[in-house]
């Protein structure tokens, strides 16, 4: 299994470490444990928290050689240096393959190690300012809820924690197992296409300028469309509803969701198809002429590419996952 460790210090921020918890150390009936959840700190012993109890870790640093995934759940006070026992420990973890990854303030310490150094990061957005001045060489996002490079990832605040914590699931093990996950948590799933709900691609890197073209054009050629998914429809014919031409339409699009009005449209046939899977026992060749995918293979394909299950899969887990629910 894939191994996460957590780096602690006192004092340790419950709320930030339950997060990771929850995501990557918690075993939930009907739900397949993909990681093995451990928790570390420099000096072993008890650990003052911010709840005013201590926590007992066993762990030391040799904790972070073995981990493909080190999480820092917070670091307080931020003005706290690294040891260079702690920076080294973290920098050969890195370069040994792990990624990096802090929730809100833990980006204090990711910075000190230089890995950021040049790089866009994010933090809450009340030390955003501290973060720009402590650390000039590091490219601060202001307002993006986490921001992942693949090998280090940074998220604003402890709810942003759990965003890009589940991100990092449908990276890992695709988007059914962190729906599923996200809804065992009672939490909506993320949505594709930047549609509403966890953090959008467009927040893992840098802001698109804004689009002269007025919002509430676009936003009712997106409503027009929505309502014809299951026609085959276009991208031509989305760009002649809105008057422009197809490369008007792109950039537009560009600009204002971070995506492509093909990719945006594909998006919104596969959620359609997951709410069909979930609500309805439709066979799965009518529902891909419902949403517009033409055929059952067709609507596979596409399913394995972007959802990273089949249909039939995702209609398994999904009713073992609500009758879980209803159970519990």
């Not at 492509?260 to 998006?267: D, Q, R, T, V």
Request: glycine share 8%; with cysteine.
């Amino acid at each position: 299994m894939h191994r996460v460790v957590a780096l602690v210090r006192p004092v340790q921020s419950t709320f930030e470490l339950g997060c990771a918890v929850e995501v990557f150390g918690t075993q939930r009936a009907g739900l397949p444990q993909h990681y093995a959840f451990e928790v570390c700190t420099e000096t072993p012993g008890e650990i003052a928290t911010t709840a005013g109890y201590a926590i007992s870790v066993s762990q030391g640093l040799c904790a972070l050689e073995r981990a493909q995934t080190v999480i820092v759940p917070g670091w307080l006070p931020v003005e706290a240096p690294l040891s260079d026992r702690l920076r080294g420990a973290l920098r050969r973890a890195h370069a040994h393959g792990a990624r990096l990854v802090t929730v809100c303030s833990g980006v204090f310490a990711l910075a000190q190690t230089g890995l950021l150094d040049g790089r866009s990061a994010t933090a809450h957005p009340a030390r955003v300012e501290q973060l720009r001045r402590q650390f000039p060489q590091v490219r601060v996002e202001q307002h993006a809820p986490f921001v992942d490079h693949g090998d280090v990832a940074t998220s604003a605040g402890a709810g942003a924690g759990i965003d890009l914590f589940l991100h990092l699931v449908r990276k890992d093990h695709g988007a059914a197992h962190a729906d599923l996950l996200a809804k065992h948590m009672v939490l909506p799933p993320r949505q594709e296409g930047g549609q509403a709900g966890h953090a959008p691609p467009s927040a893992h890197v840098t802001p698109h300028p804004p689009s002269t073209a007025p919002a509430h054009e676009l936003a009712g050629l997106l409503a027009w469309a929505d309502e014809r998914l299951g026609t085959a429809l276009s991208v031509a014919e989305m760009a002649a509803q809105l008057g422009v031409s197809p490369r008007t339409l792109a950039r537009r699009f560009a600009d204002q969701l971070g995506t492509s009005p093909g990719a945006w449209l594909l998006s919104r046939r596969l959620t359609a198809a997951r709410t069909l899977l979930e609500e309805t026992r439709l066979p799965v060749d009518a529902i891909a002429a419902r949403v517009g995918l033409s055929s059952a293979v067709n609507l596979r394909r596409r399913f394995r590419d972007h959802v990273g299950t089949t249909p039939g899969v995702y209609r398994h887990l999904s009713s073992a996952s609500r009758e879980q629910g209803i159970a519990a």
